[in-house]
Every structure is written in C-alpha cells, then in structure tokens.
C-alpha cells in the first residue's frame, strides 16, 4: 500500500517544523528583544569600533547573561582588538548557551585560522553543517568554507 501524496506532505512538513536547524535558522537576535547597550555595541562593531562596543557589550552582558549574541559579539570585538584568550572565552559562552550559534560558530573557527589551528577551525565548519539548513544558503558556513580555503590557499 502506497502512502498518499497528502500524507507525505503532512510528514515532509512535520519534519521542516520540527527540525533544530530550521529552529536556529537565525541567530536569536530575532527572538527576543536586546538590549540598548546590545545594540549601540552591535552598532559600534558595524562601524568597526571595537572599543566603543566592547563598552556597551561588557553592559549588555551584565545586563543579559544569558543571552548568546551578546557572547558572540563580545568575542568578536575581543578578536578584533588582538585579545584572543577573551575572545575564545566570550565564543564558548556563547556556544554553551546556545550550542547551534552559528555566528559564534563561524567566528570562533576564524579565532583558530588566526591562531593556526586548522583543524579546529574544521571541526567548527563541520558543526555549522549540522547547524545549516538541509539546502539553501548559510552565509556563516560559506563564509568559515572560504576562510579555510584561503587559509590553505596561503599555507602552499
């Protein structure tokens, strides 16, 4: 006996629904509401002033520890200002909140292709696979891929 066409439909959809990476198909800056100091440090990073936001996402921390963009961000301004170790600690915070983050992801595999830690960096680009959606575009995975292939590119 063959399943109808509406059944599958049915079940292809449950499975779209219920699926963690359609879950965490954007990073959690959409799901909940930030921050002011969130978002004059998101604004500051746009700008490239990563003094300024590390400021205003130090009082984002301690003003939503738990959130895991505010993590992300932090690491990525500690990065961005030659602080690694602080930055690895803001990234894993991050991913221990939310372990699908897929900026943190991306970020924190560009922390270990600046470190020379390729593989690392690789392991990284493997969770943001699993992270991604099944098909279509995941500019954090695509951008870690291309970062990983200049990195090897350079390395000849």
Not at 123 to 129: F, G, K, N, P, Y
């Amino acid at each position: 006996m063959k399943p109808s066409v509406s059944v599958l439909a049915v079940l292809l959809g449950l499975v779209f629904l219920c699926s963690p990476a359609w879950a965490n198909d954007k990073d959690s800056v959409e799901r909940r509401p930030k921050s002011p100091s969130y978002e004059l440090g998101r604004k500051a990073v746009e700008g490239k002033d990563f003094k300024s936001s590390l400021a205003h996402l130090t009082n984002a921390a301690q003003e939503t520890p738990d959130d895991a963009d505010v993590h992300n961000l932090l690491g990525y301004s500690y990065r961005k200002v030659g602080q690694f170790d602080k930055a690895m600690e803001h990234y894993g915070l991050a991913l221990k909140l939310d372990r699908n983050h897929r900026g943190a992801h991306e970020y924190v595999g560009e922390l270990y292709l600046e470190t020379n830690r390729l593989a690392e960096a690789e392991q990284q680009l493997q969770a943001l696979s699993k992270a991604c959606p099944w098909f279509g575009k995941c500019d954090e995975r695509d951008d870690l891929k291309a970062a990983i292939e200049k990195y090897k590119a350079a390395k000849k």
